[in-house]
């Protein structure tokens, strides 16, 4: 009992002692908080109530008004969060980063060199996700299918378009080395991908040096052409391959499309699946999309449940979207009609291999 009593808990003399510190307004900020926050920090925590800045003067401050604040945010916002990675110099000069980045807490500054792993259940909300899509996607065209478009009277196609509709990401070039290692591809926005027979993938984005591999299980990582496993190299070089010849030697679809402003905070999709047929190679994106290039005339289709639109990228190279569902109302050309009753042949095609495999067996 004498021991209990005998002197104060430990817990009780540290409450005291920080009692003490806030009442005679005694902190230190972390040399890890930049400096712009530390200086509002210090501005909210006077000690005299009548000096603390108002809120007009908060908003003002520089820590809310500096950095880089997009002028509008992409459509894919609404289901992916955006990303921040590649944002202008102004966010990286003002040392802010995603909370994301923040919340690994300031006491492990060298989880900044190591790869970023996905947690394991969104990975499978991932996966569930990309089958979603494809069922909107196949319930979208049988409906537009069952209106019989391209028999109506008086066919209004150009009453369908949606600009707004515009899809984010199309798979611009591609080349197919299966054969020996996977399928090459790069994306409107330059980035690209090499989707490997071991189910593997590795993107480089479009300022040539970040890279993000795909494990067999979803699981992601991040790395720079500059510092990666050893264990990469090979795949590494074979990317760099594929750009190359890329750049060389195709042309690159949808090449005269301007991207909208703030379209370059997407996440980047990759090629989750693809497989060719005497007629077409269908490639389908992590994002939902499902892309046809026919060989013969060289169109393409683009199809986004999300916005439950398709592109329609014709002989001419002209490239138009439109709403699915104006298209029901409106009708639209045989040609379009054709490759949308295709579509739907091929996205039953993938629903059938619940997208599980990278490669889905070919058919006719």
Aim: net charge neutral.
């Amino acid at each position: 009992y004498t021991l209990l009593v005998g002197k104060p808990p430990f817990e009780t003399s540290c409450l005291k002692e920080t009692y003490i510190r806030i009442k005679k307004n005694e902190y230190t900020i972390p040399k890890h908080i930049n400096p712009v926050a530390a200086n509002l920090i210090q501005k909210m925590l006077r000690s005299d109530p009548a000096t603390r800045p108002t809120i007009d003067e908060l908003l003002n401050d520089e820590f809310f008004t500096s950095g880089y604040i997009p002028s509008r945010l992409p459509t894919s916002c609404l289901t992916v969060a955006p990303r921040f990675s590649i944002a202008p110099s102004g966010l990286e000069l003002n040392g802010r980063k995603p909370l994301t980045a923040l919340n690994k807490g300031p006491d492990s500054p060298a989880l900044e060199n190591l790869p970023e792993k996905e947690d394991v259940a969104g990975l499978r909300e991932l996966g569930d996700a990309v089958d979603s899509h494809l069922a909107d996607m196949l319930q979208q065209l049988t409906a537009v299918n069952s209106a019989k478009p391209s028999e109506r009277v008086a066919v209004r196609q150009e009453e369908a378009e949606d600009p707004a509709c515009i899809p984010i990401f199309w798979v611009s070039k591609w080349v197919d080395y299966s054969d020996k290692y996977g399928l090459g591809y790069q994306l409107c926005d330059n980035s690209v991908g090499v989707l490997f027979n071991d189910s593997t993938r590795l993107i480089m984005y479009n300022d040539g040096d970040s890279l993000q591999y795909i494990e067999q299980n979803s699981t992601e990582s991040y790395f720079t052409v500059r510092s990666y496993p050893s264990a990469l190299n090979k795949k590494i070089t074979l990317l760099k391959y594929f750009r190359n010849y890329m750049s060389e030697h195709l042309l690159k679809a949808g090449a005269n499309i301007t991207p909208r402003e703030g379209d370059e905070l997407a996440r980047l999709p990759y090629l989750c699946t693809w497989f060719r047929t005497r007629s077409a190679i269908i490639l389908h994106l992590s994002n939902g999309t499902v892309q046809i290039n026919f060989f013969q005339d060289h169109t393409k289709v683009i199809l986004c449940p999300l916005m439950a639109a398709v592109t329609y990228i014709d002989e001419k190279r002209d490239f138009r979207t439109y709403k699915l569902s104006l298209i029901e109302e409106h009708g639209c050309c045989k040609e379009l009609a054709s490759r949308l009753r295709y579509a739907r042949t091929m996205v039953e095609k993938l629903l059938s291999s619940k997208s599980g495999s990278a490669r889905v067996k070919p058919s006719n």
